[in-house]
Nanobody, 115 residues
Framework: EVQLVESGGGSVQAGGSLRLSCTAS????????MDWYRQAPGNECELVSS???????HYADSVKGRFTMSQDNTKITMYLHMNSLKPEDTAVYYC?????????RGQGTQVTVSS
């Protein structure tokens, strides 16, 4: 069974940084593309970034230049490095396998950015 667990969220002031982690069990990231999504209250689930193995990650325009995806050598933990955070980045963040039908379900990790 494939499981993904997000962690690393928290509360920061605008301009701060956070690193989110996504740890997989049941598969590794060489097997599939991976995405980061977020959902703020009252908003739709939004794709933040995505990558396929050996390809350059893609980022939403709203986070381009501020967020970076990476993964560790074990291929079971990936990260979302978030810099220059803005209040509009406040949301619950989720990692998901590419093509997931419900990427904003599950535990997620809360990111709150205050002005």
């Amino acid at each position: 069974e494939v499981q993904l667990v997000e962690s690393g969220g928290g509360s920061v002031q605008a301009g701060g940084s956070l690193r989110l982690s996504c740890t997989a069990s049941g598969f590794n990231f060489d097997d599939s593309g991976m995405d980061w999504y977020r959902q703020a209250p009252g908003n739709e689930c939004e794709l933040v970034s995505s990558f396929w193995p050996n390809e350059t990650p893609h980022y939403a325009d709203s986070v381009k230049g501020r967020f970076t995806m990476s993964q560790d050598n074990t291929k079971i933990t990936m990260y979302l490095h978030m810099n220059s955070l803005k209040p509009e980045d406040t949301a619950v963040y989720y990692c998901a396998v590419e093509g997931s039908r419900a990427p904003c379900r599950g535990q997620g990790t809360q990111v709150t950015v205050s002005s």
